[in-house]
Each structure stands twice: as structure tokens, then as C-alpha cells.
């Protein structure tokens, strides 16, 4: 029990909040605000995975937020462009990874600090997107708003994608080996290394 007092203790905080809720505001748990609020929240859960990986191995991304703009702007001008969302979503995902990448290799490759080359790489995307867009909102065409489906076909859509990404990283962190390699880094990326992992 005392293991696992610091999750205990957010979960129960949790539990008091939604009995509170609850109590004295009921409206909070129909289904339509919670739908909505799942939606909100879905992109977020997908981006804490991904950071949640590069916590474990003793290092951070302040990037991130700016990654996520640029490809979704790069996904709004290509829907714009009339590309369809089978290519949109393929196209943004790949700009994020080779951003994502780049960082990588400058942390992995060069050894720089993980916090310097991710605070470069946020000024820089930031204040290029603000160059390029300045500021201008990019609309999505009505075909592709929602996967092309109806508002809350959508929202599920959205929030069941997010799960079942989150479930498969939990699955390949406990199960696969890159899983443990990162696991592994984390603890002590030295015997990491002597062990063959390279971190």
C-alpha cells in the first residue's frame, strides 16, 4: 500500500472531485458533456503518451506544443488544398515524427541536452509558423471536420482512437522489447549501455 500511496492519493483527491461533482452538479455527468469533454481532452492523451516515453527515459520536450501547431496547420492547409483525409492524416502524422526525429538525433546523436535542443526547436517552429501564418486561423473544409461524419460519430471516433492508441503503448511498453530498452535507459542508462542499449 505505501508503494503505491502517491497514485492512491491522486486517485482519491479524483474520487472526491467526482462525488462533489456529482453532488452539486449533477448536469455534468450526461452524456453529451462528457462526450464533449473526452473530445477536448483526446488529443492531449495521445501527446502525454508520447511525452510520458521520453519522461521515462530522464528526459523532456518542451516542443511538443509547437510540433503538434505545425502539423495541424500543415494538416489544415492540405485539406484546404483539397487533399483527402486519407492522405491529410498520413502526411501530418509523418511531419510530426520527422520533427520528432530530428530532436532525437540531436539529443541521441550529438549528446546535446535534451532541454536545450527542444527549446531551439519550439522558438524555431513557433516563430515560423507565426512568420508564415501570421496568425490567420485555417479553417477545415466541411469534409473533413469529424472524419467526414456527423458531429458525434466523430467524437467517438476521436476519443476510441485515443484509447486504443493508449492501451496498445501500455501493451508494448510491458510486453515488447523497445518497450523494456526504454524502461531500462531510464533506470540507468549506464548499464543500459553496457548491456548493448544504446540510449
Known amino acids: ?6 497514485e492512491l492519493s491522486v486517485l ?13 452538479a449533477p448536469a455534468f455527468f450526461s452524456p ?7 473530445t477536448r481532452e483526446a488529443p492531449t492523451l495521445v501527446v502525454a503518451c508520447g511525452m510520458a516515453c521520453v519522461i521515462i527515459t530522464r528526459q523532456i520536450d518542451i516542443s511538443v506544443g509547437s ?25 501530418s502524422v509523418a511531419l510530426g515524427a520527422l520533427l520528432g526525429a530530428v530532436n532525437g538525433l ?19 517552429l ?30 467517438l471516433v476521436l476519443v476510441s482512437a485515443s484509447v486504443v492508441f493508449l492501451v496498445a503503448l501500455a501493451l508494448a511498453m510491458r510486453h515488447l522489447a523497445a518497450g523494456r ?3 531500462a535507459v531510464g533506470t540507468d542508462a549506464e548499464a543500459a549501455r553496457l548491456a ?3 540510449p
Open 1 to 6: 500500500m505505501k508503494r503505491y500511496f502517491r
Open 12 to 24: 482519491g483527491a479524483l474520487a472526491a472531485v467526482l462525488v462533489g461533482m456529482a453532488i452539486f
Open 32 to 38: 453529451q458533456p462528457l462526450l464533449s469533454l473526452l
Open 67 to 91: 510540433m503538434f501547431s505545425v502539423c495541424s496547420v500543415c494538416a489544415g492547409l492540405l485539406a484546404a488544398r483539397g487533399w483527402p483525409l486519407v492522405l491529410v492524416l498520413p502526411a
Open 106 to 124: 540531436l539529443v541521441a546523436g550529438l549528446r546535446l541536452p535534451s532541454i536545450v535542443v527542444t527549446l531551439a526547436t519550439m522558438v524555431t
Open 126 to 155: 513557433r516563430q515560423g509558423l507565426n512568420l508564415v501564418r501570421q496568425g490567420e486561423f485555417v479553417n477545415l473544409p466541411d469534409r473533413i471536420q469529424w472524419f467526414g461524419l456527423s458531429q458525434m460519430a466523430g467524437q
Open 181 to 183: 530498452f526504454v524502461y
Open 196 to 198: 548493448g542499449i544504446r
